[in-house]
């Protein structure tokens, strides 16, 4: 069970999940520098979007056929939120200083998690997701279940699209273009409103794919699950180097991975054994994080960014 | 209590460079005198209407069907009637009326007609919806329906002084589609034109007053102050207390916009001493004042959150740094004070310290931790900072959790926390104990309000004389532009880390207390965010609320923050959901606080054109197109 | 008043006050692009000396690898014949100060508090100091406020001690930011581009002020572009273009010659008629061009 390539694995679905994420938090971050700290519950809102959607579908529906339309519900339902979020909430902040944008996503974030406690039917604790059938899978000696994979290939198929979308169209290449200078690519006749608007878009979109996807794998989901995932994408994002989308995917992997590893192995070291196990998960993910910052500052993708004088 | 000493530069700045405001046509055309008559026809038929009856069953909260003087909710039509008369005389001028409305605008008179029209008709409005129907109104009530509105009609005939430059447009902010169909929105964008900003009013100096009629004027204004302070938090049903939100909050903004607050601050200014020792005096005066263990015990935990809040502006309003987990240097205090507190929980249940001790490991403990984080993190972006203290409030949490014996070494007793913390003894004065002076009593909470006010005051000239130096214009610069900062021989890191620091110290002191106050401490209220005041989305909401880089700012926005809710019982089931409301609306529409940094008001408002190097989003990434670069 | 200097590189040393600052072989990168090749630069005391070269040729890259704000990819920087560590503060508490092109004053802080920041490295109150209020820190404050004012005498800035520096016009923030740079008593004074955005009696004005900020011995290195500013004021003038030192003498010889002039006009100079075409590295580039090209950071 704790086999090496076990924790391997733990580590990459985990970190899957993470950097799908950290993808909301590292685009809007590079075209607007904000912290988009509402995206942990963008990502809730997805989840909860989703089983909104199979609850209300006929039972006899199977859950395969119901899949889509939970995503596509989930999807509607975190993409609305966060380009709402941009156009009423942050757009009117743009010339803010940047702490008032951040104070509001705060304030976003309490008030969507409050929103769902409230509302959101018997939501006050756990609520059940439906699970795949099937699983759990043995690859040699790795066991693997069905919600996992459908986490590994939902991050797969979203990075690739993403990838070809940002190098290969003309709204993904205006977009590097906003990231590293929207002063310029605005004069260049950027539509820079539009593009933030396609980046909280995106984001959102990742998210509910990630909200699903964590439903689907641990069968549960919580109306405050947001926070936690959102500290552990925005540290992934972090890690990966803050504004670069591969950076972000890296850094959830390479954070997953850790934190798995961590949490089997920690113990195993001498005069640790105490530290071991899920309940310090946190703290060496975080231990992680400051390393790498101080090796590498600009994370692990990230391009030094020197202030021009 | 104000802000940095550049009340007078502003002043200057702003006779120079030409402000003037325009008068503009009033929404109601009048004559000028039919205006003035209506006004005041309105407060008087709203002043007289409050000494009849509005209701006939005393159902209503705070009984209003007594005829002969006013109760409950009419105090506040009452105070909302004569303030908006007396402002409005002011600007008649008449001889030895004048100081009644110092800046001889209208603007005032509005909002404060709107106080009085938005408490009134609240009040009928509730009767009718509270009883059933407007039939249980009696006439007293409709008349208060009427005479306010006949003075706000008054009052909107009145021209206002508006802003030199043209309407909404020259907010920092678009109004888009959505704003346009609002009409909320574009109300409040209207009205928020009537509160010229304090550079613009022109106010009579007040130094030319005699010095024993200025000092007169600082006692009764602050011991008012106290009046209103303790009537509010005696109110004793949430209608009542409604109503007086809505007349103190827009009274407020009315008053400041008839100058009559600026030319208090201008006298507070040049009596900086006198006025700091008569705050101080009326601070000690309120659990006499308000001889009662509940509001005591109020008082002690606005202390707190004010203190810790203060310690967090040196951080984030006056550095500019972003500290997302300040609140688990308060719990590094309260543990190592509840640690070293004798309590049977503690590991070391031997030991008890005296207080001083205990004060001083609790600031130490919170001062290495903040270097331990800030030492690797603050030569990084500020960015990064805002990710690590946000892990670093975490972690926090989670590690005194697991320093339970179970999961890891015991230290912190996990999840149910060090219990049974004894009450502390000062000099042989113990403050678990009722002690009584003269004819008051003083009990738990109320020496401990003692304490903390104590504490606040020390931290309050900590934050005023650093920010008002040498270290503190550093500050200031390295938040400004810190590229320039560090060229003109500033070491951005060490600076920084003084601040972050100095930060920490200050929040684990106050947090010494609180572990005393709540007699054990349990990892639960050191979160980001939660239900119970001190976490790091209160803290840091409740600076920006109040305003950022300013010593009342902090203390005004966690008071508001902690008691509004406390008061106001029937959301307590939403009360985060509001919370949050509150947050993205105060954003939207004041993000410079309540108390707005005269440099801060200056930069969220004046269109940005002359602005020297001034980026205010992603500071760190200067454009790359500069002027002829 | 002026010493005729020869037209090559000029050995440290040889001057009346003798060398202050010397720049040797300073190379900036920045990915592919190399914004200064080889640059040497020696500046003596009590000189003004001018940079100039067309836009995007690499001075005030050149100047924030003076000051520490770059740490170049090659070479040294030494004052007063020590090396000065690459940081922006010990660099400014050694003794050069600067000023910055686009301006870069503390905009909500008031005038007297700006040139007070500039008076840090020569103070020494810490956050304890301030929190007591000893004797000994009022003292101190005093004394720096009172140097404070000196210098907006000196800037011709007084009256408007408490306004705030954003509400300045521009020229005064110009001069503010000199101001603030000359508060932290530096031997050597870098201004950048003191005159751009001024008009013709500003300019002027500049021009009076630097000269009294080197009658009180301070050494100055100035980047313009108004040549009869540049003329009149330096006693020896280099020029940088496409991030190579191309010649460097007194105006006279400066203001004659062809490459410089090539240069300005953008007409293609003959690259083999310079002495070190070492640093050349892509024959093939387009040497037309006026502006380096800024293919920088292509992700
Ligand atoms: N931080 C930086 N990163 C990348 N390129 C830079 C940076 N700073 C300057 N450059 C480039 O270096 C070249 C020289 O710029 P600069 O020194 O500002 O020229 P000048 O001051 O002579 O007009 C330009 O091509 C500019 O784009
Ligand atoms: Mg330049």
């Known amino acids: 069970m704790h086999t090496l390539p076990q924790q391997l694995a733990n580590g990459l679905f985990l970190g899957s999940m993470y950097g799908l994420i950290a993808i909301g938090y590292t685009m809007v971050y590079g075209i607007v520098q904000l912290i988009n700290f509402a995206h942990g519950e963008i990502y809730m809102t997805g989840a909860f979007g989703a089983l909104a959607i199979y609850t209300n579908l006929p039972s006899s529906l199977s859950i395969w056929a119901a899949l889509p339309l939970m995503l596509i519900g989930g999807a509607l339902v975190s993409v609305v939120i966060a380009v709402g979020a941009e156009r009423l909430a942050y757009r009117p902040l743009r010339n803010a200083p940047r702490l008032a944008p951040l104070i509001t996503a705060i304030g976003l974030s309490l008030a969507l998690q409050q929103a769902v406690f409230n509302w959101y039917p018997d939501a006050k604790s756990g609520k059940r997701f439906p699970q795949l059938p099937g699983g759990p899978f043995h690859i040699g000696s790795v066991d693997v279940q069905s919600g996992d994979l459908f986490l590994l290939g939902a991050a797969v198929i979203c990075m690739l699209a993403l990838g070809i979308f940002v190098r290969s169209s003309r709204t993904g290449r205006a977009m590097q273009a906003t990231a590293q200078d929207p002063d310029t690519a605005k004069l260049m006749g950027v539509d820079t409103n539009r593009i933030i608007i396609i980046a909280f878009a995106i984001g959102g979109f990742f998210a509910a794919v990630a909200g699903l996807a964590s439903g689907l794998k641990y069968g549960q989901i919580q109306y405050n699950m947001g926070f936690q995932a959102g500290l552990k994408a925005f540290t992934a994002a972090v890690l990966g180097g803050i504004g670069n989308i591969y950076g972000a995917m890296l850094g959830g992997l390479v954070l997953g991975i850790a934190e798995a590893c961590a949490t089997a192995y920690i113990a195993n070291v001498p005069g640790m054994e105490q530290f071991g196990g899920g309940a310090w998960a946190q703290v060496w993910a975080f231990v992680l994080l400051i390393v790498v910052l101080l090796v590498r500052p600009q994370g692990l993708l990230g391009e030094r960014v020197a202030d021009r004088a | ?629 | 008043m002026t010493t005729t200097i020869p037209q090559q590189p000029t050995p440290a040393g040889a001057e009346p006050g003798g060398a202050l600052l010397e720049a040797r072989g300073v190379i900036m990168r920045f990915g592919g692009l190399t914004a200064v090749r080889n640059v040497d630069l020696t500046v003596n005391k009590g000189e003004i000396v001018g940079l100039i070269g067309p836009n995007g040729a690499g001075k005030t890259t050149f100047f924030n690898c003076l000051t520490g704000l770059y740490v170049p990819t090659e070479g040294t920087v030494s004052y007063q014949g020590t090396v000065l560590p690459p940081k922006p503060h010990l660099v400014t508490k050694a003794g050069v100060a600067r000023t910055f092109q686009n301006i870069r004053l503390f905009a909500n802080m008031t005038v007297l508090e700006n040139v007070l920041v500039g008076r840090h490295t020569r103070t020494k109150e810490g956050l304890l100091s301030a929190i007591v209020r000893g004797p000994g820190y009022h003292r101190a404050e005093a004394q720096s406020r009172a140097r404070a004012m000196e210098l907006l005498e000196f800037t011709g800035l007084a009256d408007k001690a408490e306004h705030l520096a954003r509400n300045l016009p521009y020229g005064e923030q110009r001069k503010l930011e000199i101001a603030r740079a000359l508060a932290s008593e530096p031997g050597l004074l870098l201004l950048d581009e003191p005159t751009a955005g001024m008009n013709p009696q500003e300019t002027r004005a500049t021009e009076e002020l630097v000269f009294a900020i080197r009658d009180q011995g301070i050494a100055v290195l100035v980047i313009e572009h108004d040549m009869r500013f540049i003329f009149n004021l330096c006693d020896r003038v280099a020029v940088l273009v496409q991030g190579e030192k191309l010649v460097e003498g007194s105006s006279d010889v400066v203001q004659n010659d062809e490459r410089v002039i090539a240069a300005y006009l953008g007409e293609p100079f003959d690259a083999t008629s310079q002495d070190d075409t070492a640093a050349r590295e892509t024959p093939g580039t387009d040497q037309a061009e006026g502006t380096t090209s800024e293919q920088e950071n292509d992700r």
């Open chain 2, 1 to 629: 209590m104000t802000d940095l000493p550049i009340a007078a530069a502003e002043e200057a700045a702003a006779a120079t460079a030409g402000h003037s405001t325009r008068r503009t046509a009033p929404f109601i055309p009048l004559p000028v005198t039919a205006a003035r008559a209506t006004t005041l026809a309105g407060a008087v038929i709203t002043t007289a209407s409050t000494f009849m009856s509005w209701t006939y069953t005393t159902d209503f909260p705070g009984d209003l069907t007594v005829s002969g003087y006013p109760g409950g909710l009419q105090v506040m039509t009452l105070i909302g009637a004569l303030l908006t008369g007396v402002v409005a005389l002011g600007t008649f001028g008449l001889k030895g009326l004048r100081w009644l409305n110092p800046a001889r605008t209208n603007n005032g008179v509005l909002l404060l007609a709107l106080a009085t029209l938005g408490t009134t008709w609240y009040t009928v409005i509730d009767i009718a919806a509270k009883l059933g129907g407007f039939a249980n109104l009696d006439p007293g009530g409709i008349v208060a329906f009427i005479g306010a509105l006949v003075l706000f009609a008054g009052a909107l005939a009145l021209p206002l002084d508006r802003h030199p430059e043209e309407a909404a447009d020259t907010e920092y902010y678009e109004l888009g589609w959505f704003e346009q169909v609002t009409p909320v929105v574009r109300g409040y964008a209207w009205l928020r034109e009537a509160r010229l900003h304090h550079s613009e009013l022109r106010v009579p100096d007040t130094r030319k007053l005699n010095p024993w009629l200025q000092r007169l004027v600082i006692v009764v204004v602050y011991a008012l102050g106290l009046k209103i302070l303790t009537f509010g938090l005696a109110t004793d049903y949430s209608d009542i207390f409604i109503g007086y939100l809505i007349v103190v909050a827009i009274g407020v903004w009315g008053l400041s916009a008839s100058g009559l607050i600026k030319q208090f601050q201008q006298l507070t200014q040049h009596n900086k001493r006198f006025a700091g020792t008569i705050g101080v005096i009326t601070a000690i005066a309120y659990p006499f004042a308000q001889n009662n263990e509940l509001w005591a015990n109020l008082g002690v935990y606005v202390l707190i959150v004010a203190t810790v809040a203060l310690g967090l502006n040196i951080v984030v309003g006056l550095t500019g740094l972003l500290d997302l987990g300040y609140v688990a240097f308060l719990g590094v205090g309260a543990y190592t004070a509840a640690l070293v507190s004798g309590s049977p929980f503690s590991i070391w249940s031997g030991t008890q310290f005296p207080f001083w001790a205990a004060a001083l490991a609790g600031m130490i403990a919170a001062c290495v931790f903040g270097v331990l984080i800030g030492a690797p993190t603050l030569r990084l972006r500020g960015d990064y900072l805002a990710i690590v203290t946000l892990g670093f409030g975490e972690i926090f949490r989670i590690v005194v959790r697991n320093l339970d014996g179970v999961s890891g070494p015991k230290v912190t007793n996990g999840p149910n926390g060090i219990a049974q913390i004894p009450d502390l003894s000062i000099f042989g004065y113990n403050l678990g104990d009722t002690h009584s002076v003269g004819s008051f009593t003083l009990g738990r909470f109320a020496n401990y309000y003692l304490l903390m006010l104590v504490i606040t005051v020390i931290v309050v000239l900590v934050f005023t004389r650093a920010a008002d130096s040498r270290i503190g214009r550093s500050w200031i610069a390295i938040r400004e532009d810190e590229t320039a900062a560090t060229a003109m021989g500033i070491n951005g890191f060490r600076v920084k880390l003084v601040a972050f620091a100095l930060g920490a110290s200050l929040a684990g002191l106050a947090g010494t207390v609180f572990a005393h106050v709540t007699n054990s401490v349990v990892p639960d209220p050191y979160q980001f965010s939660g239900p119970v005041p001190p976490n790091s989305a209160f803290l840091l909401a409740a600076v920006v609320l109040g305003g950022m880089g300013t010593v009342s700012g902090p203390i005004l926005g966690a008071a508001l923050l902690y008691v509004i809710p406390q008061k106001l019982g029937f959301l307590s089931k939403y009360e985060l959901f509001a919370f949050g409301i509150a947050l993205i609306l105060i954003m939207r529409f004041r993000p410079e606080g309540i108390i707005p940094n005269r440099r801060r008001q200056l930069e969220f408002h004046e269109d940005d054109a002359p602005a020297p190097g001034n980026r205010p989003m992603g500071d760190d990434t200067v454009p790359a197109t500069t002027a002829g670069a």
